[in-house]
Nanobody, 126 residues
Framework: QVQLVESGGGLVQAGGSLRLSCSVSGRTFTTYGMGWFRQAPGKEREFVAGMRWSGRSTYYADSVKGRFTLSRDNANNMVYLQMNSLRPEDTAVYYC???????????????????WGQGTQVTVSS
């Protein structure tokens, strides 16, 4: 069982920055992946960024490439999403997710993530 707790959301003006944090507890494995997803009102949940817990590759949605950076602190079991140059369309509830990808899976689809946090609201004003 894995528990995820997000923090760091809030209200920011367009062009501003926020850093989301995800605290990971419970048993994880080297084949685990971590991801961030978001869901805006009236829209489906969408992929934002993902990585393998033990790998170097990171994946980003086209809409956030160059603005968001995903990182992790293995020693402290933390995952971060640094969000710069925020836009009103980034407004959503952001969720941290974890799951076992096996050896070939990629952390880009919600279907591969078994564990989810409660979400944190990000609101970007224009």
């Amino acid at each position: 069982q894995v528990q995820l707790v997000e923090s760091g959301g809030g209200l920011v003006q367009a062009g501003g920055s926020l850093r989301l944090s995800c605290s990971v507890s419970g048993r994880t494995f080297t084949t685990y992946g971590m991801g961030w997803f978001r869901q805006a009102p009236g829209k489906e949940r969408e992929f934002v960024a993902g990585m393998r817990w033990s790998g170097r590759s990171t994946y980003y949605a086209d809409s956030v490439k160059g603005r968001f950076t995903l990182s992790r602190d293995n020693a402290n079991n933390m995952v971060y999403l640094q969000m710069n140059s925020l836009r009103p369309e980034d407004t959503a509830v952001y969720y941290c997710a974890a799951g076992d990808l096996g050896f070939t899976g990629t952390p880009t689809s919600a279907s591969v993530f078994r564990y989810w946090g409660q979400g944190t609201q990000v609101t970007v004003s224009s």
